[in-house]
């Protein structure tokens, strides 16, 4: 018996922490900074779920619920 099932579970804690860090980073980026892909600009308003609307080039668009770029 060399294959083990829980010698995988060894990674498990150290990719579930930096996930959720990077996660956290993202999300605290995308909640102050709501730049229209349109025009770059940071004059996003958020119209209600899935609908932005920018301000600075009057762009209506429907996007993540959240914030405007789901990547
Ligand atoms: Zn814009």
Known sequence: MTK???STG???PRYG???KKIIKKME???KTRKTCPYCERDA????SAG???????KTKF???AYFPKSE
């Open 17 to 19: 922490t930096k996930t």
């Open 10 to 12: 060894r990674y498990g």
């Open 62 to 64: 429907a996007g993540a």
């Open 28 to 30: 605290e980026k995308q």
């Open 4 to 6: 083990k099932v829980g």
């Open 44 to 47: 996003l308003k958020r119209v």
């Open 51 to 57: 609908i932005w609307y920018c301000k600075k080039c």
